[in-house]
């Protein structure tokens, strides 16, 4: 089974990083201007003739799947752009950030299941490096984050996504513990596996230095485009995880002091 899924994260007024998301040292990487973001949709639309697909429909192997990490404030913008243009996305919430400063409200949260768009879950307080988590610890993630969204909106839910590129395969036999159907990661692949019955989907990120036209690209699956991607991944992830342990307990003090 092969899926194609693009990765995005907030999106924020030009010089304005703290209006949406986290605050934090790497995250400003992941944001998009309302310019660009504009620019990436109408690149996307030109190359790829149909609309984005969600998990939840029928054959969700027709079209890339649009998907947005964190649960920023910006969501609703985002979403206002998508419903523009008849297209839907998921929408993955750190739900321990419900509420706060930069992030969706409750409220929010549900207008937009209501407005036809998926709700899942990134966690409950966004470990940047889950591979390190304990088993326990990880299923309380995401049975935690997965009981408080189905409170909130009232229906099942069944799809979250990894925090900080940070799978491994305890992480989704945990998300498959929790009852989660879906589990969305950041390794830029198309093979679609699978763990105790949740299947696990990667996806192609998105950073404020991608440009609109490598954007529509991934959604079109261009394969050189892709393989650059997963290339680069692979050997960010070396990296990542070397430096792991030392930026948690950086970014620790940093919420301490908040």
């Known amino acids: 089974m092969l899926s194609l899924a693009l990765l995005y994260h907030d999106v924020v007024p030009q010089g304005n990083y703290a209006a949406s998301g986290f605050s934090l040292p790497g995250a400003d990487h992941y944001k998009l201007t309302q310019e660009q973001f504009d620019k990436h949709l109408q690149a996307i639309a030109v190359v790829v003739p149909r609309p984005p697909v969600r998990v939840t429909d029928d054959n969700w192997q027709t079209s890339f799947l649009f998907t947005v990490d964190d649960g920023g404030s910006s969501a609703m913008r985002v979403a206002d752009l998508l419903e523009a243009r008849g297209w839907g996305g998921h929408f993955l919430i750190t739900t321990n950030y419900i509420g706060t400063t930069g992030f969706l409200t409750e409220r929010q949260i549900r207008d937009l299941a209501v407005r036809g768009h998926v709700i899942g879950s990134h966690s409950c307080s966004h470990p940047l490096a889950m591979w390190n988590c304990s088993p326990e610890h990880l299923f309380a993630e995401w049975s935690d984050s997965r009981g408080r969204l189905e409170d909130l909106l009232g229906t099942a839910v069944v799809v979250a996504s990894v925090p900080a590129g940070s799978y ?26 699978q763990i105790d019955g949740c299947r ?18 991934l959604a079109g699956g261009d394969a050189l485009t892709c393989w650059k991607q997963k290339a680069f ?10 430096a792991a342990k030392p930026y948690a307990a950086f970014r620790a003090r940093l919420l301490e002091r908040g």
């Open 168 to 193: 491994v395969a305890k992480v989704g036999a945990a998300a498959a513990k929790a009852g989660l159907a879906v589990l969305f990661t950041s390794e830029p692949k198309r093979e679609v596996g």
């Open 200 to 217: 696990i989907v990667g996806r192609y990120g998105i950073t404020q230095i991608t440009p609109p036209e490598i954007a529509a690209k």
């Open 233 to 242: 991944w692979n050997t960010k992830k070396l990296m990542k995880r070397a």
